[in-house]
């Protein structure tokens, strides 16, 4: 391979991140990937817009997100009486309980994770729109990838459902207007992720500071 | 043929963040953090098979009391049901709710055995230097990393109950401790997928054609 062995720091080459074989970055059109020869990982995406579709989709989500927050995600009905919840009840009703590394664990994945993926998304990429330097981008880079792991909507989704199936073996219960909001909001906050093109990021980054 | 191109051995550094490839030389010449995305840069993960044991048997632990003690109890008209993680599945699958109860077993009794018993067999591989199914591994440890998160459905679907049911004596559900330990087992094996570096799976290759 014609490798200059006195680089300090190159974009042509990438190492790949699960096996750390040396590819040449090739040239992919829009819409393709490239995986690594060796272990298959996903190494190249290029897509097409894709800094203004994913701010499109952080802003949708981040208004899903706060109607979600604003009506009950269930209705619980028995004998006459009714109880709903909202998306935060979970973390607060853990911490009243007692079990307040629960509540922590429930507030941080289903609550704080996914709003700041999505604050972060769109405070990166909104001034770059309007040809703006972001606050921080690497700061709000790397804190994309910490919070990524435990911004767990999805998961939090088939946890309803599983209530909501074992809540109808013995009660009434009806599914509340923020429960659509949330399914939208994991639907644009996935879309968002999807098309996010990093090396595009960093190119992009690079012709606003020159 | 000769020992494949890695970053490590042209002296270089892949950043785990951004994916820069930095050189050796201009860490040791300027600074030890990425020039793109300024994250700390490691050619491997440090410590990673020692750091994932620890995981690995913390969560081995928790594994017990997990599935011992009840992590939910139903109080309603004077009645009480306690369950554990394996007497939730039983008790969809015995109200006729096959699916969801085949789904909250694999999330929550398949999930976190299979990991903890993946992880397990990659650190050790590793560590006797296994030279074969290089490729098949390095699936496994990504399949792993995936799948990790999906155990967390039982843990929001008690929080959801706890906060919607709360009739006090028509119907009423609380928390188990086994909740605690079901939910650190499922966190602290993320963290063990996270520690071990999957690049360790290859670093030793020669020439050997194994696939």
Not at chain 1, 46 to 72: C, E, Q, Y
Not at chain 1, 97 to 105: P, S
Request: charged share 15%.
């Amino acid at each position: 391979m014609a490798f200059d062995k006195d680089f300090n720091y190159t974009e042509d080459f990438r190492a790949c991140p699960e096996c750390d074989l040396i590819h040449s970055v090739p040239r992919i059109k829009e819409g393709e990937q490239g995986r690594c020869i060796r272990c298959g990982a996903l190494l190249f995406v290029r897509h097409k817009n894709s800094l203004d579709r994913s701010l499109a989709f952080a802003l949708t989500g981040l208004m899903f997100f706060i109607l979600a927050n604003v009506f009950p995600l269930l209705t619980f009905e028995m004998e006459g009486q009714a109880e709903s919840n909202r998306l935060i009840d979970g973390a607060i009703a853990f911490w009243k309980a007692g079990y307040w590394e629960l509540g922590i664990v429930v507030f941080i994945s289903s609550v704080v994770a996914p709003s700041a993926v999505l604050l972060v998304l769109i405070t990166l990429l909104l001034p770059m729109r309007l040809n703006r330097s972001p606050y921080s981008p690497q700061m709000q880079i790397r804190l994309l990838a910490h919070l990524k792991p435990w911004a767990m909507s999805e998961i939090f989704i088939l946890g309803i459902i599983v209530a909501f199936v074992k809540l109808q073996d013995f009660a009434d219960v009806s599914v509340g207007l923020s429960l659509f909001a949330f399914v939208l909001m994991v639907a644009a906050t996935v879309m968002a992720y999807m098309t996010l093109d990093e090396e595009a990021l960093w190119s992009r980054l690079k012709e606003i500071r020159a | 043929m000769t020992a494949p191109v890695t970053a490590k051995s042209i002296g270089a550094v892949s950043c785990h963040v951004c994916g820069l490839l930095v050189s050796n030389r201009f860490i040791a010449e300027h600074s030890p953090e990425c020039p793109r995305c300024e994250a700390a840069l490691h050619s491997r993960k440090s410590n990673s098979l020692s750091r994932t044991w620890a995981l690995l048997i913390a969560a081995g632990i928790l594994y017990v009391p997990a599935n011992v003690y009840p992590v939910l109890t139903l109080i309603s008209f004077g009645k009480s049901t306690t369950n554990t993680i394996m007497g939730g599945v039983l008790e969809l699958a015995q109200s006729g709710q096959m699916v969801i109860a085949v789904i909250v077993f694999i999330a929550s009794v398949f999930v976190p055995i299979f990991k903890i018993l993946a992880l397990l067999f990659l650190v050790v591989s590793v560590q006797l230097g296994m030279k074969v199914r290089r490729r098949k591994r390095a699936l496994l440890y990504r399949f792993t990393e995936f799948i990790g998160r999906w155990s967390m459905i039982d843990i929001f679907m008690i929080s959801i109950l706890i906060a919607l049911v709360k009739l006090q004596a028509l119907a009423t559900v609380t928390a188990g401790p086994g909740a605690i330990a079901f939910a650190a087992v499922v966190i602290i094996t993320m963290f063990a997928a996270m520690t071990f570096d999957p690049r360790l799976i290859w670093d030793d290759e020669r020439d050997d054609n194994d696939g």
